[in-house]
């Protein structure tokens, strides 16, 4: 039987851990990460890192900002690594009862200054 490379857990688990990207768990309220992925620009706001709450802005699904969960990051199958956006992977984000699997992260950045 044929299985996809992807879908191996020993292959994902290979790829997450070398790639390189932001511990969203790590950020503190109001810290901004600019995400640029294959398709979109996105702008995260968060609201609460433990759990994942964020402001999202950007992309096709959020041209106004909306509050949502950012699940973490993914290969684009079942498997996601939470709390994490990792370069080259796919950002999963929940918000207005729909989830959101974004294209290949290209570009991360975090804002130093915080909103007050």
Do not use: K
Request: glycine content about 12%; charged content about 25%.
């Amino acid at each position: 039987m044929w299985v996809p490379r992807l879908s191996v857990l020993e292959h994902f688990v290979r790829r997450c851990a070398g790639s390189e990207g932001i511990d969203v768990t790590e950020l503190e309220p109001f810290q901004i990460i600019h995400a640029q992925t294959l398709n979109h620009e996105y702008r995260l706001t968060m609201i609460d890192a433990r759990e994942g709450r964020v402001i999202v802005e950007g992309g096709a699904y959020f041209p106004e900002p909306v509050e949502g969960h950012l699940r973490g990051s993914s290969a684009g199958g079942a498997m996601l690594r939470l709390g994490w956006i990792g370069l080259g992977l796919h950002m999963e984000i929940e918000s207005l009862g729909h989830r959101l699997v974004t294209s290949p992260v290209r570009a991360l950045r975090v804002e130093e200054e915080r909103l007050q």
